[in-house]
């Protein structure tokens, strides 16, 4: 026993010395743990020896610091790594805010709501004037290159008015007059829309549509807009800029321009006069503030305005009449016409009555209602070619069964078959296709000229 207790008191004392250097006990730990030889295992740690190594009691507390390298490298990574994704999630929304900032300034700048008016004119005269059948691809093309020029020509009247619309209440927040982008930056963006509109019309339809719309956009951009601040003939110029889409539209179907391609844009130009003198009558403090010389502003009765305005709705009556003498519609959309005409009329001679705000604002909204529904009747009444190539054809079977039962002669089968049909029997579309002298339209009144 004493023998046992002093071995042990040899062995105690011997453990003792040795944990006053843990590095031992850590090369014996390297060297069975790992596969590699402990000196091999010691000569990886790079770090410092801890300040408790020295002290065996604090060191027996804690234990030995054993340099662990992947977690702490794992902890680093997913930290950049949170980093690296708030940082991105950042620059997106930084992205996005500049894009919609731009879009929105974009839109307002082509007065998108405008151009997609003047995009379903040109829409609609371009299936009236397809016939039979229909080019979708052409006809979205031509939306499309109708869409670009009209935003072009929209952003270059703001540029040109900067300084007038930052003096009207409703113009003041556009993007140029705000300050939220800058007139170089709307310049370049009419600019390429511009070119590129006229070249997609020039590519996917002919250079007769692109030639309406690149003189289009200079009658609006730089004809138009400087005369609003210099005569009140500007209301007149303005439908004639707005009679030209439908036209545009006709000709990139048919490649020419034809008496039955004037119908809708005669609408056009009759329907814009009584519009513009309701809108110019209603915003007469703003356009005075503005600079610019409306046709109201020097009517202070408001007695000439609305009488312009009755006369330009009494064009319209006749209008549907000529689309069904003309073969264009069927002899339903005359009534339609008419009782529409008839009805904006009506407004017009209201005003023309009582010239108050209201019955300016009741006209106003007539003149909204007639267009869509103008245009639909058309869309819906029209008479394709195929249609009356199949009435011609019937009628032609008939003469021929009545003849065949009269007369008992045989019918020589070498005569051409035009021949064997009486001529004044023929059915033939009621105006042939000609081109023709653009725009018979009325000119501005006489009394205009003493402005």
């Given amino acids: 026993m004493a023998i046992w207790g002093r071995n042990s008191l040899t062995l105690s004392s011997k453990l003792v010395g040795i944990s006053g250097n843990h590095s031992l006990i850590f090369l014996l730990r390297a060297s069975r743990n790992s596969p590699n030889h402990g000196l091999l295992a010691r000569s990886n740690c790079t770090r410092s020896e801890p300040s408790s190594a020295g002290n065996p009691v604090n060191w027996a507390q804690s234990g030995p610091e054993v340099p662990v390298y992947g977690p702490r490298e794992a902890s680093g990574s997913a930290i950049d790594l949170q980093s690296l994704a708030a940082a991105s999630a950042v620059r997106v929304k930084e992205a996005a805010d500049l894009a919609k900032h731009y879009g929105r300034c974009y839109w307002e700048l082509s007065k998108a709501r405008l151009s997609m008016l003047v995009v379903a004119t040109s829409g609609t005269g371009y299936i009236l004037g397809s016939g039979s059948s229909i080019d979708y ?12 020029v009209a935003a072009a020509a929209n952003s270059l009247n703001q540029v040109f008015e900067v300084k007038n619309d930052a003096k009207m209440n409703r113009t003041r927040r556009r993007p140029l007059p705000a300050g939220r982008i800058t007139i170089p930056h709307a310049v370049g963006w009419a600019a390429s829309m511009g070119v590129g509109g006229t070249v997609l019309l020039a590519s996917k339809a002919n250079m007769m549509a692109a030639s309406l719309a690149a003189s289009n956009l200079v009658l609006y951009a730089f004809v138009y807009t400087p005369l609003k601040q210099i005569h009140p003939v500007n209301t007149w110029v303005g439908a004639i800029v707005g009679a030209i889409p439908p036209l545009l539209g006709w000709a990139a179907a048919a490649g020419e321009v034809s008496l039955n391609g004037m119908i809708l844009p005669a609408a056009l130009y009759f329907w ?5 003198m309701a809108l110019a009558y209603l915003c007469r403090k703003d356009y005075a503030d503005g600079g610019f010389k409306m046709f109201s502003l020097t009517d202070t009765t408001g007695r000439r305005t609305a ?16 689309a069904y003498d003309w073969g264009i519609t069927s002899g339903w959309f005359c009534a339609e016409s008419t009782l ?5 009329t009506l407004t017009a001679g209201s005003f023309y009555r009582n010239r108050t705000t209201e019955h300016a604002r009741r006209m106003f909204h007539a003149s909204l209602l007639y267009l869509p529904v103008f245009m639909g009747g058309l869309l819906l009444h029209r008479i394709s070619d195929n249609e009356l190539t199949l009435t011609g054809h019937n009628s032609n079977r008939v003469i021929d069964l009545s003849l065949s039962s009269e007369e008992t002669k045989p019918v020589d089968q070498t005569q051409p078959q035009e021949k064997r049909r009486p001529s004044h029997n023929r059915q033939r579309p009621p105006v042939a296709y000609a081109s023709v002298a653009p725009f018979p339209f009325l000119p501005a009144p006489s009394y205009i000229e003493n402005y």
């Fill in 340 to 344: 529409l005409a008839l009805a904006i």
């Fill in 307 to 322: 009488l312009v305005a009755l006369r330009n709705c009494l064009y319209l009556l006749p209008l549907g009449y000529l």
């Fill in 272 to 276: 814009q006069i009584p519009h513009f």
């Fill in 137 to 148: 691809l052409g006809l979205c093309c031509t939306c499309a290159g109708t869409m670009m």
